[in-house]
């Protein structure tokens, strides 16, 4: 995180010399009292132009923060989903107890260890791997073939399907989730449209140079951090702000640790 920060502060500081020697060369090709004449004209299209952008911009920020929101509370639930299958695996007999624990440990251990990093690698398509499905399926076939003798029993069954299955449903959002991203065209009408926004600040005139170029590094400073968190926020598990699996590490922790575990 600390890196992207840095990285960012680099584009920033990158951009803005260009941007200022641009609005020196503008004002040399068009003298500034020429300039000045068209200020109304130009303020008004800009007008239209900033409005049109900002509400762009605003609304993809918008969307990414609710996207890396949602990818957050999926791996929460998905951790989550793990921890109830292991506790209420404690309410039932041997040898479906130590089963559905085992597995679920080692669930969480794969997502870790292996799903978590090609997540970080944006493998497309193979984010979850086939032994992760697997022992999502070996918990339902495990609980599956216990017979319950016992109403408890039974309302145990019920209660570990239904558990079993909120962990499924979790586990597909976030693949999903690690696909999703901002589509090409997007990007392009960004780029686009900070170019244009930049670029009609040189149509103005001001009788203070010196003012005139603040306004434009300041206005290119601004919409190149709009664009920089939209960037590293794209892609929750691989962009500069990517999740970590801090939620499957505490529930590895909890497992050698808990009383309601058989696996310590």
Request: no cysteine; charged share 20%; proline share 4%.
């Amino acid at each position: 995180m600390a890196i992207t920060v840095v990285y960012g502060v680099l584009v920033v500081f990158g951009v803005l010399p260009s941007r200022t020697r641009r609005a020196g060369v503008g004002k040399a090709l068009v003298p500034s009292q020429k300039r000045q004449e068209h200020n109304d004209v130009a303020g008004f299209l800009y007008a239209v132009v900033g409005i049109v952008y900002a509400v762009l911009l605003a609304l993809l920020v918008i969307a990414v923060w609710e996207q890396y929101q949602r990818a957050n509370e999926t791996v929460e639930s998905e951790a989550n989903g793990v921890a109830e299958v292991a506790w209420l695996a404690h309410r039932l007999p041997e040898p479906e107890r130590h089963v559905l624990q085992e597995d679920a440990r080692s669930y969480a251990q794969e997502v870790v260890d292996v799903e978590w990093p090609r997540m970080e690698q944006r493998i497309e398509g193979e984010q979850g791997t086939p032994e992760g499905w697997n022992l999502v399926d070996d918990m339902r076939g495990t609980l599956q073939d216990f017979e319950p003798s016992t109403q408890a029993e039974q309302e145990l069954y019920a209660e570990g399907l239904d558990r079993i299955q909120r962990l499924g449903d979790a586990r597909r959002m976030r693949l999903v989730a690690a696909e999703e991203g901002i589509p090409g065209v997007l990007w392009a009408v960004l780029v686009f449209g900070a170019v244009v926004a930049v670029g009609f600040t040189y149509l103005f005139g001001l009788r203070n140079s010196w003012a005139h170029r603040l306004m434009v590094m300041s206005l290119t400073a601004v919409i190149v951090l709009v664009l920089f968190t939209i960037g590293v926020m794209e892609h929750p598990f691989s962009g500069g702000a990517s999740l970590e699996p801090e939620a499957f590490e505490l529930i590895l922790e909890r497992f050698e640790t808990s009383k309601l575990s058989d696996l310590s």
